[in-house]
């Protein structure tokens, strides 16, 4: 009898559990703001499609904040909060600092959503929106974005620290960890990791790989090195494109020039090394739309880890601080 009853009991756990993983996710759904700020959508865009077209990087940096967002603690906006004397926030955390940009556009992007529909639109979810809008600006495939995030009062500078960001130098075991820490798929690291069609990286996230690495092609490691000096502390912010073919396109071509081992940063070559990944590099370089089917898919599942909902958080007036 007491074996039955635990039995019960964990099966009654296990559901509970699940039951709240999946009622967090079903909670975002794609019409959340269809009817209380139906014009969401146009906002966004225009003022991405306007900071797109003033500098072409800006799509990347955009798409990158939400993937920074969301692995740490979940897609809460809390990336965006500024340091307090209550806490630390995440902009100065090791894969940040420098590194992270955009902030402005989407203050910009918050401050004309509150004039439409003041309170009503969280900072996570424009996050979200502008990920997409980003994408589409730079020609890439569109999904449908789900909403109804509500924004964290908090920020952890200790959980962005922590390594659930992968770093440029990581090892195809330790991307798929990464990632599945959060929930995500091997296939959704390896499309997500396309988004590297589009942006730049600094010299200081490529320099070992285009001196030390053997799995580099040899023309593509000087044409790098032509930016990128041996000796740290020289040249550390130069940049340079992930995608060495179409930097500003968001194609298909990183995963071919994958396979032609001109992947920028080592974690990028990692996805075509010999390992259990390349069959997937291989389909999606010869393939856009399976590509563009995967990738958004991926950026949904990403949408969805651990959003808070409900009452939890708040809808927050300004991204860069709670509200007082």
Not at 51 to 73: I, P, Q, T, W, Y
Request: proline content about 4%; some cysteine; glycine content about 6%.
């Amino acid at each position: 009898m007491a074996s039955s009853s635990t039995n019960i009991s964990f099966a009654f756990l296990s559901f509970t559990l699940w039951l709240m993983i999946f009622t967090s996710s079903a909670q975002l759904t794609p019409n959340f703001y269809s009817k209380s700020c139906p014009k969401v959508f146009n906002v966004v865009r225009s003022v991405i499609r306007s900071a797109v077209a003033k500098e072409k990087r800006m799509g990347g940096s955009l798409l990158r904040l939400h993937f920074h967002d969301c692995f740490v603690n979940g897609c809460d906006g809390s990336l965006l909060l500024d340091d307090t004397p209550s806490f630390t926030g995440e902009k100065t955390a090791a894969p940040n600092n420098n590194s992270v940009r955009g902030f402005n556009v989407i203050d910009d992007v918050k401050s004309k959503v509150e004039k439409v529909c003041p309170g009503v639109v969280s900072c996570a979810d424009i996050l979200a929106i502008s990920a997409l809008e980003s994408v589409l600006a730079l020609g890439g495939p569109s999904w449908k974005v789900k909403l109804g995030r509500r924004d964290s009062k908090s920020a952890s500078l200790a959980a962005a620290n922590s390594g659930v960001i992968p770093p440029p130098q990581s090892t195809l075991s330790n991307l798929i960890n990464r990632f599945q820490a959060v929930g995500l798929s091997a296939k959704d690291m390896v499309a997500l990791s396309g988004a590297h069609t589009i942006g730049r990286a600094r010299c200081t996230t490529f320099r070992a790989r285009i001196y030390n690495d053997t799995n580099i092609d040899a023309s593509f490691a000087k044409l790098r090195q032509s930016n990128c000096p041996r000796p740290a502390g020289s040249g550390d912010n130069n940049l340079a494109p992930f995608d060495v073919t179409t930097q500003d396109k968001f194609d298909n071509k990183y995963y071919k020039n994958l396979i032609s081992q001109k992947g920028l940063l080592r974690s990028d070559q990692q996805l075509h090394n010999g390992g259990s990944t390349d069959s997937l590099v291989e389909q999606y370089s010869k393939n856009p739309k399976s590509f563009s089917v995967a990738f958004a898919a991926a950026m949904i599942n990403m949408g969805d880890i651990r959003p808070l909902t409900g009452s939890n958080g708040e809808i927050r007036k300004n991204c860069r601080k709670v509200n007082s």
